[in-house]
């Protein structure tokens, strides 16, 4: 397996508080990626990064943000959260964008109550 | 726009039985395809590429490019091939994400 990890694994939390799920990658990997995945709507990207300080908006951005401070860590914040956020969250690495193999970690699930 | 749908959330087939999973694409430009695959306790990996035309554990996919789909095949099932598969696609050009399907989740019955 690629090397990334993501943390937490698990988080139940309540409706308005902060959440922040962290990514860390260890292949020095430019592009990294936050998808969630619900029923029926398969995997969605949230917020994609191309290079330290460099991020973008996917198709489901609302309601969170990212910062790559490092190479190796990519944050997704939950500013404050609702229950339409329950949900599995994967973040994702690959050398190039688009075209290129993605490398997906083991996913974090959160609850939101 | 980008779009991927895949028709069938669940498809359940027998041991032996021919299998395959359907992906249509929606996109103005010229396409690269994926399927990638998740097995229980697993993540979620890359199984193939159009652009490679290679056969990973026995699957296939070819690109039609007139009827927009990008169809898994695999003409004998065996059951560990029961997994959740998603069709992903990117376009060439620009900055590029990739978007996948729902997803399908496929049941090899023994």
């Known amino acids: 397996d690629a090397g990334i990890t993501q943390s937490p694994r698990h988080k139940v939390t309540e409706t308005g508080t902060p959440v922040t799920l962290r990514c860390h990658q260890t292949e020095n990997h430019r592009y990294m990626y936050w998808y969630r995945q619900d029923p029926g709507h398969g995997l969605r990207l949230i917020h994609y990064?191309?290079?330290?300080?460099?991020?973008d908006k996917g198709e489901v951005s609302d309601g969170y943000s990212v910062s790559r401070s490092k190479t190796e860590d990519f944050l997704l914040t939950l500013e404050s959260a609702t229950s339409s956020q329950t949900s599995v969250y994967f973040c994702?690495?690959?050398?190039?964008?688009?075209?290129?193999?993605?490398?997906f970690g083991e996913g974090s699930r959160l609850t939101v109550l | 726009a980008q779009r991927v749908t895949q028709p069938e959330k669940l498809l359940s087939v027998f041991k032996g039985a021919p299998v395959e999973l359907k992906c249509n694409y929606s996109?103005?430009?010229?396409?690269?395809l994926f399927w990638y695959v998740q097995y229980s306790r697993q993540r979620l990996q890359l199984l193939l590429r159009?652009?490679s035309r290679e056969s990973i554990k026995g699957f296939t996919a070819d690109l039609n490019k007139g009827e927009t789909s990008f169809h898994l095949k695999k003409p004998f099932a065996q059951e560990e091939d029961s997994a959740m598969y998603y069709c992903a696609l990117s376009g060439r050009q620009g900055a590029q994400k990739l978007v996948f399907g729902q997803g399908t989740r496929l049941t090899i019955n023994p």
């Open positions: 990064s191309y290079g330290v300080k460099d991020t």
């Open positions: 996109y103005s430009g010229s396409p690269e």
């Open positions: 159009h652009i």
């Open positions: 994702a690495i690959s050398e190039r964008n688009g075209g290129g193999e993605l490398f």
